[in-house]
């Protein structure tokens, strides 16, 4: 393998190596297989740096055309994994005639923060609304039915009316003042003292995980979550870099026994949890473990940020206070967010924390994106502060907990013998767990032929476990699509079982056995 | 200095050491100006880590009661800086009597990227929206004025009529289809051949820049800039970590002849320009700067950032084509936004790039918000869609035409000798050069009491310089407030210029001699 570098062009030596090899690869003169010289004697026979010739092949892997294979070497990939390589573009309009111009190897530019942040799961999710022809119990969004349009139309026009121009501004970064002081004495009245100085207006409360992360998490950083949780928190820390300390659940949440030993050993910047009808186990932390948890922060001196986006949503039993409320000693980060209890398309959610905290979200939010939509806040405001928020909550729990019931009817209807499933006394899911040896995936697969969906279990664990589990929403369809969805699904569940023992030695259950 | 540790308590080791320094010295026990013992020395006297001593000497600094001076140890602070430590806090309502609770330290718990994102430049301007008792130049924003309100209001009726729920739904992460497939078109009038498919819709354009710096900066990364230059994308980049390499720029635009050196010596992650109507200088890049800007960016092989919110609104000369329009080899991702075309308070920005690199900002975005407002986009989709977006440039560039050349003639009329300014042939601001010896920041102060506000220089150097500059927006007040606000802020400079030259040698100027 010969290359020629010219130390009087403009181009960097390593790129003049990648282009020569590239030549040579394509060219056919290195055939796949072919193994390149190590980069040390390369660089010796050269005259560069060794830096320069892994920078050359590190650019030659990310075009495709080598790979680097421990205790091999660096291969030239064969021609199926390099055919669709554009050929070197000459730009004859330009200067450039005969320095052919490089396609850019983006691979070489991202971070590893950008590696850490991909998660299908989330994007599926998101991108399966509007495809109709498909049931799907996989988004935890309410029910359009409910959503308050008229009185929103009234609003918009009420606020985008002639004269309001401020409503179409830039505003401050912590959020719409009026919109901060409603939610102060709206959370007073559910025993978060607070005002409207501590409270921030995100835009949604996934914002607040980000902003946390920014402010709290270095790579290397430990947190603590119970397990399973929300997969939009496991991503943005996982993103972050943080190590993830998970804890066990049961039917009265974080398992607290068992936290003493990961506090004492590690020094986790914060406890994220979901103590109120919980994402996805619908579990209601006891209070007793409440005020476990709290102890536990106020000795080992770490905050606990308090997501509850689902308290409000009671259908039976009584409301647990939250943590916020609970807490004595400025321990708790809180947020909340009008996506679940009212509609999630404004984007807008909340946080209260203490004035510290609050200032350096700010200082985040400020980078992240200046401030929340004037409009939308004002809206909000509008729509708060004409006393509509608490008769809508009225309103949805009714038809949730109908539809809660309509969807465990449903399985005790339709579901084959091993499946189970919890009932949460509020919030949005049903906690499933498979028959022994099915997996969450392939019944994926199974149930999207018949266009119904769900979020496999292994999505709410940061490390692993939860493939032998699913998460319904019971919240977004009218009663007689849950019917048939659940109908779906336990066909294809049953198909499986089927598939499994051959021999249809499974018979229609007599009863199912729900988790809780 | 007597300390009694005891293992046997759940307290880890340098809480208690913290606990027993901090009794100490709000009992006086440790007056102020008491030396504590090293570290290492109090370690070894006590059997334990010297982090242990490190974290409980960090946690009594965060809490006020001590300061390490280089050189002298560590010192027991003054009454007066401690005076306002509250008591140990004892709960008798909970099991916790017997352990105090620590109030929390949250300086040890904030990173490194959350020290850097102090701006206060940036928050101070947000602020001051709606302070209407003084007339700002600071905040770059258009004229509420012209706000399309009436088009809006009925907009808004109609996407949040009966029965349009999907308009206040989750939506995909990458923006709405029909919003991406507009600006795609507009774009393509505009020079810029692209499809919806490589649109992605931003909450705003900054973040864009956020999001930018998640996919492609790790902390140490260098990234070129033009000097001076939009004071939010300097500080995402710095909270980023990023090392920012300046670049002078003249009335063509960045100087590329000393580009070449920068490149070649470092590897920048990109380069980072507004070339049309730039922020604060109001230059726009010739086209020779254009292609050989490119050109170096292929020869180098570095993405360009082309952040773009103002070439729409040009009021005199040709229209530059756009990097994005010029680069034949993908190299360049473009930003733009309604903010400064439109209106600011809907955030709604968009960034055509890549599909490598849409596909990694789409993933990073999916964490930070999930998505944009559906609900905003929706409107702003209903408002391009009804051909309202061009009659409307139309309207603002006569306007802004007239409002730059009124700040203008206020400037020729009132300005003390010495002060020059810049006329940019679009945009919004004039970059200003206060008389010699002049501080903007001891200028702004004298400003404040004459109720009139601008953006001292120095909030757009990366690194330094920029003191005596200042950045006027002329787009956002009516004539005869832009009139009174420049006759205000000449009156300062001239009383500035009066007590710097106290005999009353300054006569009143005869002419003034504008940068460009």
Known sequence: ?????????????????????????????????????????????????????????????????????????????????????????????????????????????????????????????????????????????????????????????????????????????????????YLAEWLSQRGIQTQAEKVMILSGSQQGLDLLAKIFLEPGDYIVMEEPSFLGAIGVFKAAGARILTVPTDQEGIRTDLMEQILSRHRPKFIYTIPTFQNPSGYKMSLPRRQELLK????????????????????????????????????????????????????????????????????????????????????????????????????????????RDTMVSALTKFAPPGLTWSVPEGGYYLWCELPPGMKASALLTKAAVKKVTFVPGNAFYANSGGTDRIRLCFTRHPEATILEGIRRLCEAITEMLIQTHPEGTINRPRFSEPLS
Request: charged residues 20%; negative net charge.
């Open 296 to 403: 536990l922060a106020y000795q080992y001196h770490i905050p606990i940020v308090e997501d509850d986006p689902y308290s409000e949503l009671y259908y039976e039993g009584e409301l647990s206070p939250s943590l916020r409320s609970l807490d004595k000693h400025g321990h708790v980060i809180y947020l909340g967010t009008f996506s679940k209890i009212l509609l999630p398309g404004l984007r807008l959610g909340w946080c209260v924390a203490p004035p510290s905290v609050l200032e350096h979200l700010s200082l985040a939010k400020q980078h992240v994106d200046l401030h929340t939509s004037t409009t939308t806040q004002w809206m909000m405001t509008e729509f708060c502060c004409q006393g509509l928020l608490n008769p809508h909550l009225q309103k949805v729990r009714n038809h949730y907990r109908i539809k």
């Open 1 to 181: 393998m010969e290359l020629h570098l010219d130390r009087s062009l403009k181009t960097p030596l390593y790129l003049q190596i990648r282009s020569q090899i590239r030549q040579l690869i394509l060219s056919n003169a290195l055939p796949p297989g072919f193994r390149l010289p190590p980069e040390r004697k390369l660089a010796v026979s050269l005259g560069v740096n060794r830096t320069t010739i892994v920078n050359a092949y590190h650019e030659l892997e990310a075009d495709g055309l080598i790979q680097s294979h421990v205790g091999k070497g660096t291969i030239v990939n064969s021609h199926s994994e390099h055919d669709s390589i554009s050929p070197l573009i000459i730009d004859s309009n330009s200067g450039l005639q005969h320095s052919p111009v490089q396609p850019m190897s983006w691979q070489n530019f991202y971070t590893r923060q950008s590696e850490r942040m991909y998660n299908p799961v989330l994007a599926s999710i998101l991108t399966e609304i509007g495809e109709e022809d498909q049931i799907s119990f996989a988004l935890g969004s309410p029910a359009g039915e409910y959503y308050p349009l008229e009185e929103f139309s009234r609003i918009g026009h009420k606020v985008m009316s002639s004269g309001n121009w401020l409503a179409f501004e830039y505003g401050p970064t912590i959020g719409h003042y009026p919109l901060r002081q």
